[in-house]
């Protein structure tokens, strides 16, 4: 197999966008393509491939075959084009695919698009539309969504593991911390932490969402896109950026219903996608610099940062709480301001922190840069944990 | 008395005596203190010129929510509407939200506007909740007519107070469906929507008055 490197990446700010779908996701695919040094207006962009992360846009934009759509609109013709739905997982998959196509020889330079636009929806509609990535038949139909999933999920770890609402506040500001010094975050506010959990008015500034999880301990629904343009190392073509090397990547699956898990806690497909991302790599959790863990709600930082080996079983709640995981701390995670704060346009997310962690590498996380930066994990978490997608980008050398 | 004073008297609706609406300061999630309190005519000056800026932006209705109540707040200080109230929003005494309703008679309110300034710090919500307090906890009301210009005024009000509908009752505001929160309905939600604290202390206080006028507006951008 052939190695693949990152050598541009795009993004449009989150939060809402006023155009259109299309407009959107050429924004952050010009933008990377611009990135990597490609010129677009000379009509020679060599492309191979694109692919176009999304898990809504013919559900909730009414647009099939969107990535025939971009691949037009970015007049990239012929280039191969595909439409990746993996539901949130989508952006991560894509990123996947595009690695294959390259390794496999199909294609030397591709481009990933991740795009999502759903504030079109209102708050039930994006809710009812997420919750569509429930078992159609044992979950969804019954009014499961995933905001009651994750609030049993967090109940549960509450109970055996004594992670708290602090617990989860306390990751929620951190990620917001982060976001301040993030162009591209939807939200550009820092909560107080006594404010939103002890204050004598925070029950209601600081609502349920779905007890034990309070608006701050979730996601906001946001629109927006990332792109990537990935190419094989081995080619002669010349890029503006050094290339970021894919290191490892690894994607599992769970039981579709989560009832149906011996332990709902054990978030096995996390787990075993970070295994087999790192033993590609021939690296392990300590060879990581830093991370962007799926945190659609905070209690899914927490889990998934033990479930990556970063910290041990029941312990992810006692780093957070000594700061482990802040910028400065021994294992920094959604830098970003993770999609707590930076937003979770859904199948872009996977997209986005692989973004993330490119900027990092550079060394361009300015406000959030963490020092020597070599090495870091994404871990993008489909469904509530049935189909995960976890990749290391590292500037090291292949050893 | 001159003859124009004579008609301006004419012109003017009769004044009540109506309780005020004790000030109170709410923590939003920033930690900043919000100071939520009824202002006088003379400081309508000021609230007229926080929201002219809006009325021009589509994005959300703020056009016509904005446009509306410059009208309602302007008709407050030249005495053309009985009965009307308005109440500031303030954080270091930066205008971040405006609220205004008036009584129709003792047992029925009439809301009117409500608009958040600064955006994300629920501040428009927490605004609503003040006025709904104010006619049925402070003024022993019965039922509030409530109406919605914006989505997102129909989600916060109409939906998460589940609000009864009514269409046949006629709202000031025009012919948009009216909706009523009704005692029963406050009592219900008012915990989980209503907070904050009095008396205000004397230096809060001190910090927010007079108002002033935020520095930028988000939705412009």
Same mark, same amino acid.
Do not use: D, E, I
């Given at each position: 197999m052939r190695d693949v490197g990152i050598v541009g990446v795009g993004h449009t700010k989150f939060g809402r966008w006023n155009g259109s779908y299309l407009d959107m996701a050429s924004t952050a695919a010009v933008e990377a393509l611009h990135d990597a040094g490609i010129n677009l207006a000379a009509g020679e962009a060599g492309i191979d491939q694109l692919f176009l992360a999304s898990m809504g846009a013919g559900q909730v934009n009414r647009i099939s075959g969107a990535a025939s759509a971009l691949v037009d609109t970015l007049n990239l013709r012929p280039a191969m084009a595909e439409t990746v739905e993996n539901g949130p997982a989508s952006g991560a998959s894509a990123v996947k695919l595009a690695y294959m196509a390259i390794a496999s020889g199909l294609a030397n330079t591709v481009l990933v698009v991740g795009a999502e636009q759903m504030r079109v929806l209102s708050g039930w509609e994006s809710t009812d539309f997420v919750a569509t990535m429930l078992h159609p038949e044992a979950e969804y139909p019954y009014g499961m969504t995933l905001p009651a999933a994750a609030g049993m999920f967090t109940r549960l770890h509450m109970e055996k593991y004594g992670t708290s609402e602090k617990d989860l506040a306390i990751v929620a500001v951190k990620n917001h911390e982060n976001a301040m010094h =993030? @162009?591209? &975050? *939807?939200i550009h506010l820092v909560p107080d932490l006594h404010a939103i959990t002890d204050d004598e008015d925070a029950n209601v500034i600081n609502p349920y969402v779905a007890e034990p999880l309070r608006v701050y301990a979730t996601c906001p629904m946001s629109d927006g896109a990332a792109a990537l343009v990935l190419t094989a190392l081995d080619t002669e073509r010349e890029f503006a950026h050094k290339p970021v090397r894919i290191a490892g990547v690894g994607q599992a699956t769970d039981t579709h219903v989560v009832a149906e898990r011996p332990d709902p806690l054990d978030l096995f497909a996390v787990r075993e996608s970070a295994k087999r991302a790192y033993e590609m790599a021939g690296m392990g959790p300590k060879d990581i610099d830093v991370a962007e863990l799926h945190d659609a709600f905070q209690i899914l930082e927490i889990a998934e940062s033990e479930e990556v080996g970063f910290f041990p079983r029941g312990e992810g709640n006692k780093a957070a709480r000594e700061g482990k995981t802040r910028v400065d701390g021994e294992m920094p995670i =959604?830098?970003? %301001? %993770?999609?707590? &704060?930076? %937003? *979770? @346009?859904v199948g872009a997310t996977g997209v986005s922190q692989v973004v993330e962690i490119v900027r990092q590498l550079r060394g361009e996380a300015t406000g959030r840069q963490v020092k020597d930066a070599r090495t870091g994990l994404t871990t993008n978490f489909g469904g509530f944990g049935n189909n995960v997608v976890s990749i290391i980008l590292t500037t090291k050398e292949k050893g | 008395m001159a003859l124009i004073d004579e008609m301006e008297k004419q012109l003017r609706p009769p004044e009540d005596t109506v309780e005020p609406y004790p000030a109170k300061y709410i923590t939003l999630a920033s930690g900043e203190k919000m100071l939520v309190r009824q202002i006088s005519r003379e400081e309508c000056g000021i609230v007229l010129e926080a929201v002219r800026p809006l009325m021009t932006v589509e994005k959300d209705f703020y056009d016509i929510v904005a446009s509306r109540i410059y009208s309602e707040v302007l008709g407050y200080m030249r005495y053309r509407v009985k009965d009307e109230y308005v109440f500031l929003g303030t954080i270091n005494g930066e205008i971040v939200g405006i609220v205004n309703g008036r009584l129709v008679t003792p047992e029925l309110g009439m809301s009117y506007h409500t608009i958040a300034i !600064?955006?994300?710090? !629920?501040i428009g919500a927490q605004l609503f909740a003040a006025k709904m307090e104010y006619h049925f906890d402070i003024l022993g009301q019965e039922e509030v007519l409530v109406v919605a210009e914006s989505p997102n005024g129909f989600k916060r009000w109409m939906i998460e107070y589940e609000l009864e509908s009514r269409p046949e009752v006629w709202h000031e505001l025009g012919g948009v469906p009216t909706f009523v929160l009704t005692r029963e309905l406050w009592e219900k939600h008012k915990a989980e929507k209503s907070t904050g604290r009095r008396p205000v202390p004397d230096e809060l206080l001190a910090a927010n008055i007079p108002p002033h006028l935020s520095a930028s507006y988000a939705q412009k951008s």
């Open positions: =993030n @162009p591209v &975050a *939807h =959604n830098t970003s %301001g %993770g999609l707590k &704060a930076k %937003g *979770h @346009p | !600064r955006q994300g710090l !629920r």
